[in-house]
T-cell receptor, first 112, second 114 residues
Framework: GQQLNQSPQSMFIQEGEDVSMNCTSS?????WLWYKQDPGEGPVLLIALYKAGELTSNGRLTAQFGITRKDSFLNISASIPSDVGIYFCAVRNSGGYQKVTFGTGTKLQVIP | NAGVTQTPKFQVLKTGQSMTLQCAQDMNHNSMYWYRQDPGMGLRLIYY???????DKGEVPNGYNVSRLNKREFSLRLESAAPSQTSVYFC?????????????FGPGTRLLVL
């Protein structure tokens, strides 16, 4: 099946630092999504990207949909302790009804 | 509104036992989904229901059955649990069908099969 390569797998950063993570695929997708999962909770959508090259911000978060439609990145600026969690990229399958394929996640730990 | 609710929150089963995971949403969404989450694997789709009265297999359907009881409720049944089904199970819902749709997730059910 389709596979999304997400990196890094985990990262430790100091509070106040900026964070960058990315996601790549061997296939082209028309919709890229970024979710955050807090410990013990279900994932919550952070940003959705629908057009190649699109750059979208949500507060301290910025995500871009790659021009090739095979990649995306998520940046978090000035990290705070509540940014801790697992960040998933996801793509919407072109052949499926609303089916979403998730990456393996980036686990973020923020050191106060 | 409660959003998406799941019961139970935790469950321990012995190999071969059966159980049903319950999911309900109060957002009048058409589509509902069951995922499992395993370490290092992300979330994988087990089954989904595009609308009331329909269900379809996802990526990893073997060993599971589902029932879309009504628009609100979508249950996942393990007929004969196996240790490989130890996982965290998430239910999600969405309005379905349109490009700019958001899936809303429940808090998860943590299942351990011994």
């Amino acid at each position: 099946g389709q596979q999304l390569n997400q990196s890094p797998q985990s990262m430790f950063i100091q509070e106040g630092e900026d964070v960058s993570m990315n996601c790549t695929s061997s296939s082209i997708f028309n919709t890229w999504l970024w979710y955050k999962q807090d410990p013990g909770e279900g994932p919550v959508l952070l940003i959705a990207l629908y057009k190649a090259g699109e750059l979208t911000s949500n507060g301290r978060l910025t995500a871009q949909f790659g021009i090739t439609r095979k990649d995306s990145f998520l940046n978090i600026s000035a990290s705070i302790p509540s940014d801790v969690g697992i960040y998933f990229c996801a793509v919407r399958n072109s052949g499926g009804y609303q089916k979403v394929t998730f990456g393996t996640g980036t686990k973020l730990q923020v050191i106060p | 509104n409660a959003g998406v609710t799941q019961t139970p929150k935790f469950q321990v089963l012995k190999t071969g036992q059966s159980m049903t995971l319950q999911c309900a949403q109060d957002m009048n969404h058409n589509s509902m989904y069951w995922y499992r989450q395993d370490p290092g694997m992300g979330l994988r789709l087990i089954y989904y229901s595009a609308s009331e009265g329909t269900t379809d297999k996802g990526e990893v359907p073997n060993g599971y059955n589902v029932s879309r009881l009504n628009k609100r409720e979508f249950s996942l049944r393990l007929e004969s649990a196996a240790p490989s089904q130890t996982s965290v199970y998430f239910c999600a819902s969405s309005n379905g069908g349109r490009v700019q749709e958001t899936q809303y997730f429940g808090p998860g059910t943590r299942l351990l099969v011994l």
